[in-house]
């Protein structure tokens, strides 16, 4: 992209999942998932129809209401198999998940004329896809609930959000999960920022209190008889767990001060702006391709997944070269049987960072990283 139509395109309008409709800021999106299958009324009895490609996060929500998960095929581009996802709906279903995987949209109209046909709700997982957006209207738009995960997003230590153009959000009430919790929220994301060595007007202004974090911290302990790990979810530490308790939480005041002063237009723009970069520079190396033969307009990348043919020994080489990367659904809730397209996805996709903040040296790092293991 040059340099004018770059900023052509960070200065005009970028829509979120938040613009889609009314939402609930919570703590995570598995939370988001858990309050919308509660407003649905999924209960015992009831199936849930969920990509047999998945975040194991997705799944304890739907064992919370006792209903029974039923995984649905997907293609070999992670395109849900709309024939398969059909053929398992019968009296019990009672909604279905749909994933927008990477930031890439499905195609929402017929899975939306498909939910309508047979009476079913449908749970738009915009999980990837907090920005962006698809046939003229903003992912989130589709589904009867749309959640997010702001804090794969954004620089924050936690963060959800429940979505729904087409239903009242009155019964869904949060409120702060209390001053310990703002407190670690606030310090966690601010640690993260100084790790990733990206906040360092903030970071002069806060070293103080930074460096008072493990007093505050024995305060808090000693203060309280619960131990000191509830005083945020568990979601907030790379782990698939649901905790009920958290449902009727509102997001941090940190974080949704973060989400307030995000830009998405500039955020898009310097998504898509690394994306396309790691596109070109990785086209034609042997053994991998990406997922996509395409960057679709509208859309965000959360990620660049690539394919690999060898993907164990590629990921061990690009770890040794120190490349983060990100392996979604490996490992998968269930090894589909039911799915031999997610099987190989789980296990051949790595996926390469195209974050915001990736400086252009940075990027251009990856990409050497990248040739360096795949000619090795
Ligand atoms: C991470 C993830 C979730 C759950 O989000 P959390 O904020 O981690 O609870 C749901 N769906 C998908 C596809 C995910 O990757």
Known sequence: MSASSFRRAASAPARTVLDAGAHRLV????????????????????????????????????????????????????HVDLADLAARIDGRTRAVMVTHYFGFAQDMAPIRALCDAYGIALVEDCAHAFIGEHAGQPLGSWGDYAIASSMKFFPIYEGGALVSARRSLDNVRVHSAGAGFEMKAALNSLERGFAYGRLPAVQAALWLPLRAKGALWGLLKRGRRAPAKALAPDSSDSSFNFDPRWLDKRSSWFARGMLKLAAPARIQALRRRHYLRLDTALRGLPGIRPLHAQLPDGACPWVFPLLADDPEALFARLKALGVPLTRFGHPLWQDADTCPNAAMLARRVLSLPCHQELREQEVDWLVDAVRKAVLA
């Open 27 to 78: 703590t995570s999106g598995r939370v988001a998932i858990a309050l919308a299958l509660r407003e649905l009324g999924v209960q015992a009895g009831d199936t849930v129809l969920v990509p047999a490609y998945h975040s194991p996060s997705m799944i304890p929500p739907v064992l919370w209401r006792e209903a029974t998960p039923v995984f649905y095929r997907v293609g070999p581009d992670a």
